[in-house]
């Protein structure tokens, strides 16, 4: 048994104003049977979908949920929370027999189970309401069926050294009563058996009758409890005395006398202790003879955990085939680590699924992407924006020229997504849809790539300016799709467009010639600049003065690298007073740029 389905209509920011219409709900999500990863930026709607299953679901924790008037969609007056399980066993529909429904007919028939909580408002007034369950409207669950709903829920900034130390009611204790070692053997464990004997020992020790291992009746807690007894027969009477009790033999107490450490381990951290608390909460949710739903919530999977061990942890999880998880978090090395199809991206008052069902990847794409996407490509799950570029030099440049012009990527949540090849298909199609019916990825996508035509190219019989036009359809009609837009280089590579500019060619000059003396203390001994601006531009229009550096210093074969030559480059536009503003915007070779800058940026 799992979620299969959840559907929200006016919760929190999953909404619209208006009446609401049950065929159009505000969020449609689908769920995967086993690890599901939420992730956006903040404020997308991550905790408000692990929210709703809460209300619904509540928990094995037993924690207080209560309806407030920040779940309600602005000024809307009702919210509708539904969710469908499918793929009940035979022992979980018995569960849910007069609340089931089916799918398909005779042998063939499936059951599902629908719930539904709908909470009214009016004014500052919330009026109570409870889940029903059901195909059509539905009735109210017994007590003993949402028993077996119950989730298991790990709030973000968790407190796991209070969960797991010995207290009252303490989470260890529930997950421990829980279990088959304890569950229906309240009188028989061996640990009353432990216990019994201890409180025997205890309290004969406070009335004088424990002899020790050496065969001798310590006299100290004889003596305490005659200091008592005189006290209480003086405020009661000759008759009274005390009774030291130990501690009860009920198998409850003594589960909650019990605290969970991590062997040799005597200072644990916070990390270290949130990492004993999922594997708790593992074992309650594999317990055996069991026939309720295992699902388990967690908010910030990455609370407390370094790196490296949250890698760890999404990849044991991973591994767990008995479990629904529904996980969020922020962290693009989870993000980075986790298969694509368990990925559901959170933006613009929706949620997407990335598996098969739903994007225009091929299956390829998938192992792909799941080799390729490292940590910083993974950033692309979390930007407002993203540009796509194809090389490092791109990926320096960008950010810089984008500020020149007044925009700063970072504080637009823009992110540079350098893919190192010109693989761009594969990660454009994750943010395009399958299904034209339902709604978009609304992130601004911008793919720039170089046009690829040698500039020897464009002089021929047939006609440079239609073999660009060409070109550029070519890649603009291969890569567009939904909010992906394809920005094509004016002329042969990114580099080139520079050298040919008249407001960049210069500063390309410096930074060619600055790479390459760079280069030579490293041991390179390639061609390298060594005359003056002037003298290399005399006498050259710019078409020209761009190809002699692209074809002297930076072209194929040639060995002063790109990326440091950017490296140059963009400190020279940052710092530069001679390349300005209005130079940069209106500057036909690096059009393209601007146009990709201002698109993702929103502008």
């Known amino acids: 048994m799992h979620i299969s389905n959840l559907k929200l209509w006016n919760f929190r920011r999953f909404g619209s104003l208006g009446p609401i219409d049950l065929l159009k709900p505000n969020l449609d999500l689908n769920l995967n049977q086993g690890l599901n990863v939420i992730i956006g930026e903040n404020d997308s709607g991550k905790t408000a979908i692990i929210d709703a299953l809460k209300l619904v679901l509540k928990t094995h924790s037993y924690e207080y949920f209560k309806v407030e008037d920040r779940d309600f969609y602005k000024e809307t007056d009702q919210f509708i929370i539904e969710i469908t399980l499918s793929g009940l066993e035979p022992n979980e529909a018995k569960n849910f027999t007069e609340w089931l429904g089916w799918i398909g007919s005779g042998e ?24 029903k369950a059901g195909v059509d409207d539905g009735y109210q669950l017994t007590a003993e069926a949402k028993e077996y709903l119950k989730t298991t829920y790990l709030r973000p900034l968790r407190d796991a050294e209070t969960e797991l130390i010995a207290k009252r009611n303490s989470r260890l204790s529930q997950i421990l009563l829980g279990d088959s070692a304890f569950r229906g053997k309240e009188d028989s464990n061996d640990l009353l058996n432990i216990f019994s004997d201890l409180k025997e020992k205890l309290e004969n020790y406070f009335k004088g009758e424990y002899t020790n291992p050496m065969g001798i009746v310590p006299p100290e807690g004889k003596i305490i409890k005659d200091k008592i007894d005189g006290y209480i027969k003086s405020f009661y009477g000759p008759e009274y005395e005390s009774s030291f009790e130990s501690v009860s033999t009920d198998i409850k107490s003594i589960l909650e006398k019990l605290t969970l450490s991590l062997a040799n381990e005597p200072y644990p951290g916070l990390g270290t202790l949130n990492r004993l608390f999922m594997a708790a909460e593992l074992l309650h949710l594999n317990k055996d003879n069991w026939s309720g739903i295992r699902l388990g919530l967690i908010e910030e999977l990455e609370a407390h955990l370094h790196p490296q061990a949250q890698m760890q942890v999404i990849e044991a999880l991973q591994n767990q085939d008995k479990i629904q998880l529904i996980l969020t978090t922020h962290s693009p090395n989870l993000a980075s680590k986790v298969k694509l199809g368990n990925i559901i991206i959170c933006c613009n008052s ?98 720039i790539t170089d046009l690829d035509v040698k500039p020897e190219k464009e002089d021929e019989l047939h006609g440079g300016i239609e073999l660009k036009t060409i070109k550029k359809s070519e890649k603009e009609t291969k890569y567009d799709g939904d909010s992906v837009k394809t920005y094509v280089s004016e002329h042969w590579t990114l580099e080139y467009c520079i050298g040919v500019s008249s407001s960049l060619s210069k500063g390309l000059f410096i930074a060619t010639k600055l790479a390459g003396v760079e280069m030579n203390k490293s041991g390179y001994t390639g061609k390298r600049i060594d005359v003056s601006w002037l003298d290399f ?37 940052s710092n530069g007073q001679s390349i300005k503003r209005e130079d940069i915007e209106v500057e036909p070779a690096i059009k393209y740029l601007i146009d990709a800058i201002n698109y993702a940026s929103g502008n």
């Open 108 to 131: 063939a028939a499936l059951p599902f189970l629908k719930l539904q909580y709908a909470v009214k408002r009016q004014g500052k007034r919330i009026f109570p309401s409870d889940v």
């Open 350 to 447: 929706y949620a997407f699924p990335l598996s098969s069902n739903y994007t225009k990847l091929e299956k390829f794409d998938y192992s792909f992407l799941e080799r390729f996407l490292d940590t910083t490509k993974a950033n692309l799950f979390f930007a407002k924006g993203l540009i796509l570029v194809e090389g490092w030099a791109e990926e320096i440049l960008i950010p810089i020229i984008a500020k020149k012009i007044g925009i700063n990527l970072t504080e637009k949540g823009v992110s540079v997504i350098n893919v190192s090849n010109t693989a761009f298909l594969r990660y454009s199609r994750i943010f395009q849809r399958k299904d034209a019916i339902n709604p978009k990825i609304e992130i601004p996508i911008s793919i």
């Open 537 to 573: 531009s005399r006498g050259k229009t710019q078409m020209e003065i761009g190809r002699a550096i692209y074809d002297e210093f930076i072209g194929d074969g040639k060995k002063i690298s790109k990326s440091i030559i950017a490296q140059y480059l963009a400190q020279i536009i």
